[in-house]
């Protein structure tokens, strides 16, 4: 199983930027999929995610800016990140967990600069 993400890259303050994951390969049910982020010099954090029956949940920095979206169908998640702030600069991770296993994508970098 892989996660592949794309849709990072450089945005200035204020702009806005979607994040795309696509699991391939054999999984079975979905429990939960999300996005975590890591800032240089600091832990990896959950930014939001979002179970196979939709429920979502979101870190309190990024509430009202940040919506998680997914489709267990298709395997795939997405960030739409709006208002970006240069605290939101970081790696981006993709996560999967399945009753039995969990799966990281490699990351991708947001650059929020003025």
């Known amino acids: 199983v892989q996660l592949q993400a794309s849709g990072g890259g450089l945005v200035q303050i204020g702009g806005s930027l979607t994040l795309s994951c696509a699991a391939s390969?054999?999984?079975?049910?979905?429990?939960?999929m999300a996005w975590y982020r890591q800032a240089p010099g600091k832990q990896r954090e959950l930014v939001a995610s979002?179970?196979?029956?939709?429920?979502?949940n979101y870190a309190d920095s990024v509430k009202g800016r940040f919506t998680i979206s997914g489709d267990n169908a298709e395997k795939t998640v997405r960030l739409q990140m709006n208002s970006l702030k240069p605290e939101d600069t970081a790696t981006y991770y993709c996560?999967?967990?399945?009753?039995?296993?969990?799966?990281w994508g490699k990351g991708t970098l947001v650059t929020v600069s003025s």
């Open positions: 996560f999967l967990r399945t009753s039995f296993v969990i799966y």
């Open positions: 390969g054999r999984i079975s049910s979905i429990n939960t």
């Open positions: 979002i179970t196979g029956g939709g429920s979502t």
